[in-house]
């Protein structure tokens, strides 16, 4: 049989990118970048003067098409590969990044009537201005004692499907009645490929509290909610929920002849994109911890138990790999946070010093910390400058870094911005342990851990535990390839399970990260500090961060 691939698109926070993959071994082949045209839109409604209130992140839905239009064509060209070898397409999204449709399935946002309201457009998974509504939905679920809460660690977060809809409900309710649908953008890109409407079921499980026995939140609390949210699973949130791991379809003639593939390529259920990258680092079965470490960090985990542990964002059935509950935890900034110091707090001689030796800034930043120890800054952060996600599942706390003196020098505190995440992470492994999950191994995937040494050794100091990275360097892309090539089966050159994909397809680096004893000592000491400050601002004192934020919010 001649040579058959498999193409992954993974949807990021700024870009989507286009893999094509040889699907017997999953070798990369060809791919290629595009930046969304509209990027982020915090700011700003495109081509109108309405402004964005703090705390919102949305989309254009456009610019996921330009990503099918441009990545794939440009993908083939590359390798000369022929569309009839092209066995199937899978894609991964961030989520819960969702939009309202009309009844032709045409995002509202792209309409005359509708496109200077921003509850119209897509809202980004970062979007973080439902709070208020997230707030209210865990204060009615733990009064009525709702049974999904306790799946999602006992709060929903802001990011998720329902008090996004809430939201919308709440300050937009004429473009809630004219939303015929809310759709994960996952699932209404791969409607667009192939004219099928369909869920998947990890987007669904993850990030709207669907459960594959008792369904969605029940009608009678949604009622209680707001009596308008009442049918909302029935009506804006209706359509079949398909396990990850199957076929949604197969590829559309007007999609195929945009994309330059044949009609009729199958194509996989949607997928979330840190989801994607767990059989992509080869692990399909539970006890290893897979770090999806990029803008922000998720922590993924299989498991062949159902267990409700506090500050776990969610457990789902078939969520990660079918057959297994898969859990999730997550940090809502990482690489974010050191984005942020490198563009928003880094003094001229650093990016003069980077100039000079023709190194990124984080690189020049990374070099000059990795020669100070562990503790010796005096410096320890809290890494919360976009919320808490795990384990306190809060929005609203924000950063902070304890030490500063007028002897402080910016690496020093980029170190103590890589450790406050090292030490989130410690967090969430231990709230995992003490949920009764077994944390066997560690791996990291996602663009940081081939991006900063220094990182990966703070953690595997940290958490005192050896870590394997994954050998590609686009870990999503490639879990939606193996998606494209068990969608297509084993028959047509793919293959029947995901575990018998990433038995081909999926890799690690010879080359592991392993603790070294003396900073796994000095860090037990910093984390005890890290756990102080934890608990004090996130607990004991929640409401102090909270009220800075109001006066921002209010300035
Ligand atoms: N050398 C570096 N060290 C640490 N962080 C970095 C470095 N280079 C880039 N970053 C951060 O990595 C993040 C991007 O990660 P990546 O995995 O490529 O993207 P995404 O999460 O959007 O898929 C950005 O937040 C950026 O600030
Ligand atoms: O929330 C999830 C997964 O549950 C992600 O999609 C979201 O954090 C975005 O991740 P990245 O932008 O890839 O870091």
């Not at 709702?146 to 802001?158: T, V």
């Not at 009609?263 to 994607?276: F, L, S």
């Not at 922000?296 to 990660?320: F, M, R």
Request: some cysteine; glycine content about 8%.
């Amino acid at each position: 049989m001649s040579k058959k691939y498999a193409i992954g698109v993974d949807y990021g926070t700024e870009s989507g990118r286009a893999l094509l993959v040889d699907a017997a071994t999953g070798e990369e082949i060809a791919s290629h970048v595009t930046v969304y045209p509209h990027g982020v839109i915090d700011e700003q409604l495109p081509g109108s003067e309405v402004r964005l209130e703090p705390d919102w992140a949305l989309q254009h839905p456009l610019d996921y098409m330009e990503v099918l239009k441009q990545s794939i064509p440009a993908v083939l060209k590359e390798s000369f590969v022929k569309p009839d070898s092209v066995i199937g397409i899978g894609i991964d999204f961030t989520a819960c990044t969702m939009l309202p449709l009309n009844k032709a399935g045409v995002p509202l946002c792209e309409l005359d009537e509708w496109k200077d309201n921003p509850h119209s457009w897509v809202k980004l998974w970062k979007h973080h201005a439902a709070q208020e509504e997230a707030t209210r939905i865990n204060a009615l679920a733990e009064e009525r004692g709702e049974a999904f809460l306790s799946r999602y660690g006992g709060k929903l977060s802001s990011e998720w499907m329902l008090p996004k809809v809430h939201q919308i409900l709440n300050e937009a309710p004429e473009v809630y009645e004219a939303a015929d649908l809310f759709m994960e953008a996952a699932d209404w890109v791969t409607m667009q490929l192939t004219s099928v409407m369909t869920r998947n079921s990890c987007t669904a499980g993850y990030k709207a509290n669907w459960h594959k026995g008792d369904g969605y939140p029940s009608e009678a609390f949604l009622k209680a909610l707001d009596p308008r949210l009442e049918h909302l699973t029935s009506t804006k949130l209706r359509g079949s929920i398909a396990s990850i791991g199957t076929k949604a379809g197969d590829l559309n003639q007007q999609m195929a002849e945009a994309i330059g593939l044949l009609p009729n390529t199958a194509v996989a259920v949607g997928h979330i994109d840190a989801h994607a990258m767990v059989p992509a680092v080869g692990v399909v079965t539970p006890g290893k911890l897979v770090l999806t470490m990029g803008t922000s960090t998720c922590h993924l985990l299989l498991s062949d138990k159902e267990i409700h542990a506090d500050g776990i964002c969610g457990v789902v059935e078939d969520g990660i790999v079918a057959g297994y509950y898969g859990y999730e935890a997550g940090q809502s900034a990482v690489g974010d946070i050191f984005a942020w110091f490198v563009n928003e707090a880094v003094p001229s001689e650093v990016k003069q010093a980077a100039q000079q030796q023709n190194v990124s800034v984080h690189e020049w930043l990374e070099q000059q910390a990795a020669q100070s120890r562990p503790g010796e800054s005096g410096l320890l952060a809290l890494d919360w400058w976009n919320g808490n996600r795990s384990v306190l599942m809060d929005a609203d706390l924000t950063g902070l870094i304890v030490g500063l003196t007028l002897q402080t020098k910016p690496a020093e505190i980029y170190r103590a911005l890589l450790e406050a995440t090292a030490f989130g992470t410690k967090k969430i492994i231990e709230a995992f342990q003490a949920g009764g999950i077994t944390v066997d191994e560690l791996y990291a995937c996602g663009g940081l851990p081939q991006k900063n040494r220094l990182l990966m050794q703070i953690y595997a100091d940290v958490t005192g535990r050896e870590i394997k990275i994954a050998d590609s360097v686009q870990t999503a892309a490639l879990g939606a390839a193996m998606h494209g090539a068990v969608a297509a089966g084993a028959e047509a050159g793919g293959y029947d399970t995901i575990a018998d994909a990433a038995m081909h397809m999926a890799r690690v680096k010879d080359e592991t990260y392993k603790p070294i004893p003396e900073n796994v000592q000095a860090y037990q000491q910093l984390y005890e500090a890290y756990s102080t400050l934890h608990h004090y601002f996130g607990e004991e004192n929640k409401q102090l961060m909270k009220d800075l934020k109001k006066l921002r919010l209010k300035g």
